[in-house]
């Protein structure tokens, strides 16, 4: 296995214009990895996955992988595997000759290849598959078998293109458990493409969070970090209302007091809300947006608000058994978004009634004009 380096990377498909589709990238993976590259759809992050396997070409910075320069050197010599989104298998084959195909490329000898396909086919749980033609397997089972294509060539790199958009729901919960599996067993370097913020929590052991590029900006990777401290310390609102699901909630306001580990914070509705934040690159008087994660919020009545606590007329509740979700109106929050509260039991509310929630002052994130980020000083738990 290895590493990889990108220092400075820019892709511009155009470089007559300024119109960069990535800029100014740097990542160092770490032999071993499990990375997940994450954002929106238009961001560069399959555009940049594709630099990496030789598929796009680098218009300025480096990329090495094991200590090696690898800007001119061709996909085919840089020992990546790389799984797509579509499955891409031959339909005349059987899944052993599918995940041999390669290597009898390669002229390799045929007990070479059986042993590779076979030692593939027990990590994958594919043996009794074999001899099966990809019309008699399920999505997943072929999902499987463009992985194992992938691990007999024993490549120093994988790099996954979303490989579970195809699937429906529930199969991709179990592939996304496969994945994990073989991750720990293989104990690869895996660089992962999805825009399903979910998926990379539950995969990644770091996550690069990529944004549609900016003109002014610097760079459109905006954060690169472990899942945990990109959902506990966003640097910005951005990070912040991308990764968590649902999504964390912002309300608007103004800083009205200052101190050393907390600051106040007025609302546009009018409620005080005390913020475990380190607000003093700030200034009372200063226009920001409070941010609370859904799962965060306890009962008005609760000890734990003592941040303050937010009414709003309910909109919709969503009862799924396990968890119970309400939608209102906050005034506080922007035209035509919901203010959303997660709750683990269902209560007793309508549609069309006021309903009021406490925030605890660790559960809330801070954000200025610009969208970057107060420090925290507390981090909220619900133990």
Do not use: W
Request: with cysteine; charged share 25%; aromatic share 6%.
């Amino acid at each position: 296995m290895a590493d990889v380096l990108l220092s400075k990377v820019r892709k511009n498909y155009n470089p007559a214009t300024l119109k960069d589709t990535l800029r100014n990238i740097n990542l160092d993976i770490k032999d071993g990895d499990f990375i997940v590259f994450v954002g929106p759809s238009g961001c560069g992050k399959s555009t940049l996955l594709r630099m990496i396997a030789g598929l796009e070409d680098i218009t300025s910075g480096d990329l090495t992988i094991g200590g090696k320069r690898m800007n001119d050197v061709p996909p085919s010599e840089r020992n990546i595997g790389m799984v797509f989104q579509s499955y891409a298998l031959y339909p005349h084959m059987t899944v052993f000759e599918n995940m041999a195909f390669g290597l009898k490329l390669k002229h390799m000898d045929k007990e070479t290849i059986r042993q590779r396909v076979v030692h593939a086919a027990d990590i994958l749980g594919l043996e009794p598959f074999l001899e099966r033609k990809p019309k008699a397997l399920s999505g997943g089972q072929r999902q499987r078998v463009a992985i194992g294509r992938c691990i007999v060539q024993q490549p120093s790199v994988f790099l996954f293109d979303e490989p579970l958009s195809n699937l429906d729901a529930a199969l991709r919960v179990k592939m996304r458990l496969e994945i994990a599996k073989l991750h720990r067993d293989i104990n690869a370097t895996i660089i992962y493409v999805t825009h399903d913020q979910v998926e990379a929590m539950t995969l990644a052991d770091k996550i690069c969070v990529l944004s549609p590029l900016k003109a002014s900006a610097e760079s459109n990777l905006e954060q690169f970090g472990t899942p945990l401290e990109l959902y506990n310390h966003p640097v910005n609102q951005f990070v912040a209302g991308f990764i968590g699901s649902p999504k964390m909630n912002f309300l608007n306001g103004e800083i009205t007091e200052i101190g050393d580990k907390e600051c106040k914070v007025k609302l546009t509705s009018g409620e005080i809300i005390t913020a475990k934040v380190n607000a003093s690159r700030g200034e009372v008087g200063q226009k920001v947006q409070l941010g609370v994660r859904p799962e965060h919020l306890v009962a008005a009545d609760s000890p734990k608000a003592d941040g303050g606590k937010i009414s709003g007329k309910v909109i919709v509740t969503e009862n799924l058994g396990a968890e119970f979700f309400l939608y209102m109106e906050a005034p506080a929050c922007d035209e035509g978004v919901d203010f959303t509260v997660k709750h683990e039991f269902a209560i007793d509310i309508k549609a069309g009634e006021t309903y009021s929630v406490g925030i605890p002052a660790s559960a809330c994130h801070l954000f200025d004009a610009e969208g970057l980020a107060f420090p925290r000083t507390e981090v909220y738990t619900r133990g």
